[in-house]
Structures are given as structure tokens and as C-alpha cells.
């Protein structure tokens, strides 16, 4: 017989008549031989794909058959799960189908060993084992990309499949989360009287009952100083860790799981950054009874000097209301900043978050208080922060939130629109008093700014007034001001370096350069007193200079003479690139003798080069 690619051989006889008579036998006698190829499981059983490959000898009346025979399979898909072959001698005897030994390859090294039978009237025995199976040799498991480790197990079973008792132990080693290595853990596994128990110890205990017949279940999780930094593995978070202590304590049906009740009690909870302790919080409850859950007010501690209180309840549905009120240490950024350094002040928040998960109705207020230190790859030093951030679903407000950098004291004050918590417009204003700035063997500057960025985040205007209070250039140059001069209509260069936030590329500019006090130049070929009116447009990746600066006074050194400065001015008269053009003259007098006479001579400077005009 075949069907497709499968076939059957079938061979033998079958006693159905009395000898020499046609009357049938009661109890009919077989002597037959079965061959199978290529058949497909999945003709039969739905869940199972793959082919099987069998053959078996049959004889004897029907009701004490007997027999023997072999089972192949390769490449299998069971409800999912791969497993390369499968191999199993059967033999039929006292009307028991005994298999032995059964193995069944998942991977290479992931082998499961058994033997067992079971009987016409429903009895059965089951022996499974294997040893060192891989985890990622587990569809669902390699699936996460996550675990991996070895597991031991043996699992038996007896009785009748009606009732069956099913006794397992779980032992799982070189247990690794994240490619960090974890305790061993021990499950064991039970099955009697319809009701299954799953009890596990590792640095905590379980205990989880469930009935076959009626749906309820119980769950109780002991936690004794448990390590949780697995829990923060699954999530990615490799550098957060802790300890736990409580005890979580479910019941109900799983065919009505809203009526399930629950109690949460832990005792003490502690949490890590990188090995080091920042929060902890003791006797943190929650009740789950009638669809309702909630957490009374419980204290968080950050650091040494800070602590929240949360409070909150919700229900199955997804309505939740969560308050949280008190300071945090700005120390704490140093956590998650490596490079943060010498953090000072605290942060009060208090932040009422209500609503559903995909639609959450927030309102927070959160207060700078005295805060200040070093942040990664910005170099001013900031002190003394303080003010006020409020937040919405739909908007942020900066009220007067002030503070030092350095020396220099600053001023921000705006809001922004937002949708889904990100800024889809602006309006910031930012006031600078006082902000040096140094390019060290090169450049001092005081300033003072009243800048305002507004628009949206695909088009930003940023705008107003940059004052230099004082501010002096001295880098040596080691070159002739001539040979500079002579380039004078050179396009200043702009780094095509795209920065790393696309922000930056969405910021025009309209600022304006103006001066308290003249700009000194003062180095190896010029002392120059620069008084500039100078405009800032276009944008980072294409900024415009214009307008002009202007030397009031001055004197440049040439071949070891000063020449006083006449004349001179910096133009930048391009509306569309950066192009200066430079126009300096100066010149000296010097004065000679020749027969008691006095002879002045006029030298001139310029970009023309130089000119000696005998008086």
C-alpha cells in the first residue's frame, strides 16, 4: 500500500474460521508482519511533523497478542520543538506494549533516555532521563537569546492514564542569563491525584499547585535574601542587581483569573548599580482581592540622604493611580554616568501618574536644589542649580531655573509641547552673565548672552544677543601678519562632521556679536584693539558670519619694527558663506642724519605689501 511517499508491506496470515469449518473463532489467531516507510506523523497526529520508519512481528489470538518491533523517526517537529531522530525497540507481551530503550536525539549532546509501558486497560509506567541536555537545545529557550546552561532531569510516572502519578527532578547547572553565570537550581515536579505540585529551591522557594480537573491553582514564592540580579539580566540591564527578602503568596482559577486574589509582603529589598548600593526599602506590600490591587505607602531610600514615597493602586483592566513624592541625591547620576563627577544637591520630585498604560494622565513637579557638578564631555564645572520643572502628558515647563558655570551665572526659562512624552515644539529663553570661556595657549573670553530657541523640532530658530565683556587672543602664530593679510579672501573652512544629534542639524541661527570692551589681540605680531559688529545666520553644518570688526587702535611688529595701526577693518560682506576681507595699514616713521641734516622716512604696511615713501 502507498500513499504519496509513504509506504506499507504487510504480510502474514489470520486465523478466522474453526479448522475444516466455517464457523469463527471466539478468539481469532494472527501471524503477521508490518513494515512502514516514510509515513508521515502528520497524517495522524496533527501537533507532530516528520516521517517514522517501523518494523514488527505480530502472532498469537487477539487477546494475548504478542510481538515485537522497532520505531524510527528523523527530523521531527514536536508541537515546535526539533528533534533530530528517535529510536525505540517495542515488544508486545501479557497485553502490555513495553518500550525499551527509547532514545531521542534533540541536538548533538542533548539525549533523552527512557523505558516504560502500558497496558489495554489504560496502566502504565514511564522512566525518562537525560543528562547535560543544553538549554539552547530547547526551542523556546534558544528563542530568547538569553539563557543557556545544562540541565539534568528524570521523570517517572505510574497508575492509570485516567489518574496518572508523575514524580520529576529538575536540576539545572552552568546556569548562564545574559552570558552572566547564576546559582544552580533545583525543581521538583509531582502529579497525583490530578493535582500538580511544582516546588524549587534555589535562594528561594516554590511551591505551585494547580488541579487538572478543577482549573484552581495556588502559587507561594518564599524569597530569602534572593539574588534578583536575574531579573534584571532577562531585561538587558546587566549592571543592575540586588537582594530580596518577602514572600508572594496567589490562589484562584485559572478559568476565571479576575477572580484571583494575592498578597505581596516583602520584607526588605535592596537594588545595585555596578556592584554599588543605591536604593532600599523595607515592608513594601500589595493586595490584589476583587480585581482591585493595591500598594499602601511604602519608603524607597536613595543613597544616604534621599528617599521617595510610593503609594498607588489599579485594577485588571489597566487603570492604575501611582503618587510618588519626595528627593533624590543628585549623586545618584554618578550611577548611571560614569563619568560624573563631584555631584551635589538633591532632586524633588513629586509626580502623580494615573490613567492605563498606553494612555497614562501624568503630572509631576520636579526641584532642583542646590545641585552642581562635572557631566561627561561638557567642561564647565555647574553649581548651584536651582528651579523648577513641571511636566504634563502634553507639556514642559522650566521656571527660572538657575545656576553657576563656573564663574558665570545662568538663567533658563520655557516650555515645550509635547506628544508622546517627545518635544514637537519649543520656546526657550537662556540669560548668561558672566560665562568665561578659555581655549587654553590660545583665547580668553568673558561673555554674556540673552539667547531664544523656538520652533519646532524640524525647525529650530535659534536667536539674540552675545555681548563680549573682555576678552583677548594670544596664541603665538610664528608667522608674518603680511603673508596673512595677503589671503584675505580666503572662504573660512566649516567641518563637515555631522554631529551626533540630528537636533543640531534642524537649529538656525540669528545672533548677533557685540562687545562691552574691545577684543585684544596681544601676541608674537600684533596688539590689536578689535571692536566688532558682527552677525551669526545659517546653520551648525553651514554658519554665515557678517557684518564687520574694527581695529580702533593698534600695532603690528615686522621684521623686528612696530608699525602703528592706521587703518583697519575685518569684512564679512558675503550674505551666503563666510568670507572675510581684510584691510589693516600701518606704518612707522623713522628719522636719519647726513651732513647735520635730518631725513624722515614714511614705511606703510599693507596687504599691498610694503611701501617707503622718503619725506
Given amino acids: 500500500l502507498k500513499n504519496q511517499t509513504a509506504s506499507y508491506l504487510l504480510n502474514g496470515d489470520i486465523q478466522v474460521f474453526v479448522p475444516d469449518s466455517w464457523h469463527r473463532l471466539a478468539d481469532p489467531a494472527l501471524n503477521l508482519d508490518l513494515k512502514g516507510d516514510a509515513v508521515s506523523i502528520a497524517d495522524y497526529i496533527s501537533d507532530i511533523a516528520g516521517d517514522l520508519y517501523f518494523d514488527a512481528h505480530l502472532e498469537g489470538p487477539v487477546s494475548h497478542l504478542q510481538g515485537k518491533g522497532s520505531v524510527k523517526g528523523d527530523h521531527l517537529d514536536v508541537m515546535g520543538q526539533s528533534v533530530e531522530r528517535v529510536a525505540l525497540d517495542i515488544e508486545l507481551k501479557d497485553n502490555r506494549l513495553h518500550v525499551q530503550p527509547l532514545q531521542a536525539v534533540v541536538e548533538a549532546e542533548s539525549v533523552v533516555t527512557g523505558s516504560g509501558w502500558i497496558g489495554f486497560d489504560g496502566d502504565f509506567s514511564i522512566d525518562l532521563r537525560s543528562t547535560g541536555m543544553r538549554l539552547n537545545s530547547i526551542g523556546k529557550i534558544k528563542e530568547t537569546g538569553k539563557v543557556d546552561g545544562q540541565m539534568d532531569f528524570r521523570i517517572q510516572g505510574e497508575g492509570n492514564i485516567k489518574n496518572p502519578s508523575i514524580y520529576g527532578d529538575i536540576h539545572l547547572t552552568e546556569f548562564f542569563v545574559n552570558y552572566e553565570k547564576m546559582d544552580n537550581i533545583d525543581f521538583q515536579l509531582n502529579l497525583v491525584d490530578r493535582q500538580l505540585s511544582i516546588k524549587g529551591r534555589q535562594a528561594f522557594e516554590l511551591d505551585l499547585a494547580y488541579h487538572l480537573l478543577s482549573k484552581d491553582f495556588s502559587i507561594d514564592l518564599v524569597f530569602s535574601d534572593t539574588n534578583i540580579t536575574p531579573f534584571f539580566l532577562t531585561m538587558g540591564k546587566k549592571d543592575f542587581g540586588g537582594k530580596l527578602s518577602g514572600q508572594l503568596v496567589a490562589k484562584g482559577n485559572t478559568t476565571s483569573l479576575g477572580k484571583s486574589e494575592a498578597l505581596l509582603d516583602i520584607s526588605n529589598v535592596s537594588l545595585t548599580y555596578g556592584g554599588v548600593s543605591?536604593?532600599?526599602?523595607?515592608?513594601?506590600?500589595?493586595?490584589?482581592?476583587?480585581?482591585?490591587?493595591?500598594?499602601?505607602?511604602?519608603?524607597?531610600?536613595?543613597?544616604?540622604?534621599?528617599?521617595?514615597?510610593?503609594?498607588?493602586?489599579?485594577?485588571?483592566?489597566?487603570?492604575?493611580?501611582?503618587?510618588?513624592?519626595?528627593?533624590?541625591?543628585?549623586?545618584?547620576?554618578?550611577?548611571?554616568?560614569?563619568?560624573?563627577?563631584?555631584?551635589?544637591?538633591?532632586?524633588?520630585?513629586?509626580?502623580?501618574?494615573?490613567?492605563?498604560?498606553?494612555?497614562?494622565?501624568?503630572?509631576?513637579?520636579?526641584?532642583?536644589?542646590?545641585?552642581?557638578?562635572?557631566?561627561?564631555?561638557?567642561?564647565?564645572?555647574?553649581?548651584?542649580?536651582?528651579?523648577?520643572?513641571?511636566?504634563?502628558?502634553?507639556?514642559?515647563?522650566?521656571?527660572?531655573?538657575?545656576?553657576?558655570?563656573?564663574?558665570?551665572?545662568?538663567?533658563?526659562?520655557?516650555?515645550?509641547?509635547?506628544?508622546?512624552?517627545?518635544?514637537?515644539?519649543?520656546?526657550?529663553?537662556?540669560?548668561?552673565?558672566?560665562?568665561?570661556?578659555?581655549?587654553?595657549?590660545?583665547?580668553?573670553?568673558?561673555?554674556?548672552?540673552?539667547?531664544?530657541?523656538?520652533?519646532?523640532?524640524?525647525?529650530?530658530?535659534?536667536?539674540?544677543?552675545?555681548?563680549?565683556?573682555?576678552?583677548?587672543?594670544?596664541?603665538?602664530?610664528?608667522?608674518?601678519?603680511?603673508?596673512?593679510?595677503?589671503?584675505?579672501?580666503?572662504?573660512?573652512?566649516?567641518?563637515?562632521?555631522?554631529?551626533?544629534?540630528?537636533?543640531?542639524?534642524?537649529?538656525?541661527?540669528?545672533?548677533?556679536?557685540?562687545?562691552?570692551?574691545?577684543?585684544?589681540?596681544?601676541?608674537?605680531?600684533?596688539?590689536?584693539?578689535?571692536?566688532?559688529?558682527?552677525?551669526?545666520?545659517?546653520?551648525?553644518?553651514?554658519?554665515?558670519?557678517?557684518?564687520?570688526?574694527?581695529?580702533?587702535?593698534?600695532?603690528?611688529?615686522?621684521?623686528?619694527?612696530?608699525?602703528?595701526?592706521?587703518?583697519?577693518?575685518?569684512?564679512?560682506?558675503?550674505?551666503?558663506?563666510?568670507?572675510?576681507?581684510?584691510?589693516?595699514?600701518?606704518?612707522?616713521?623713522?628719522?636719519?642724519?647726513?651732513?647735520l641734516r635730518a631725513h624722515e622716512t614714511y614705511i606703510t604696511i599693507s596687504d599691498s605689501g610694503l611701501c617707503v615713501d622718503r619725506g
Fill in 278 to 595: 543605591f536604593a532600599k526599602a523595607d515592608d513594601v506590600q500589595g493586595n490584589l482581592k476583587d480585581q482591585y490591587l493595591s500598594i499602601p505607602e511604602f519608603h524607597l531610600d536613595f543613597l544616604e540622604s534621599g528617599q521617595l514615597k510610593v503609594k498607588g493602586y489599579g485594577t485588571l483592566d489597566g487603570h492604575f493611580d501611582l503618587t510618588v513624592d519626595g528627593s533624590v541625591p543628585t549623586k545618584a547620576a554618578t550611577l548611571l554616568l560614569a563619568d560624573a563627577t563631584e555631584m551635589k544637591g538633591d532632586i524633588g520630585i513629586h509626580a502623580e501618574i494615573k490613567g492605563t498604560v498606553p494612555e497614562p494622565d501624568v503630572s509631576a513637579e520636579i526641584v532642583f536644589h542646590d545641585v552642581g557638578g562635572h557631566l561627561p564631555q561638557i567642561d564647565p564645572v555647574f553649581k548651584g542649580i536651582n528651579g523648577k520643572l513641571k511636566l504634563t502628558t502634553s507639556h514642559l515647563w522650566i521656571e527660572n531655573l538657575t545656576g553657576k558655570i563656573d564663574s558665570g551665572r545662568f538663567q533658563v526659562n520655557g516650555d515645550a509641547a509635547l506628544e508622546n512624552f517627545r518635544p514637537s515644539s519649543i520656546r526657550l529663553d537662556l540669560k548668561i552673565n558672566k560665562l568665561p570661556i578659555i581655549v587654553p595657549e590660545t583665547m580668553d573670553i568673558l561673555i554674556n548672552t540673552n539667547l531664544t530657541a523656538s520652533g519646532t523640532m524640524e525647525n529650530i530658530l535659534l536667536e539674540g544677543d552675545i555681548v563680549i565683556r573682555e576678552g583677548v587672543y594670544y596664541k603665538k602664530v610664528q608667522t608674518s601678519l603680511l603673508e596673512s593679510m595677503k589671503e584675505q579672501t580666503r572662504t573660512l573652512e566649516v567641518p563637515t562632521r555631522k554631529p551626533k544629534s540630528f537636533l543640531f542639524d534642524n537649529i538656525r541661527y540669528n545672533i548677533r556679536l557685540k562687545y562691552r570692551e574691545p577684543f585684544i589681540v596681544d601676541n608674537d605680531i600684533a596688539y590689536l584693539e578689535i571692536h566688532p559688529d558682527l552677525a551669526l545666520s545659517g546653520t551648525l553644518n553651514a554658519p554665515v558670519i557678517t557684518g564687520a570688526a574694527k581695529v580702533q587702535e593698534g600695532t603690528i611688529s615686522f621684521q623686528t619694527k612696530s608699525f602703528v595701526v592706521e587703518r583697519g577693518i575685518v569684512n564679512f560682506l558675503n550674505p551666503y558663506k563666510t568670507e572675510p576681507e581684510i584691510d589693516i595699514v600701518g606704518s612707522i616713521k623713522t628719522v636719519s642724519y647726513t651732513h
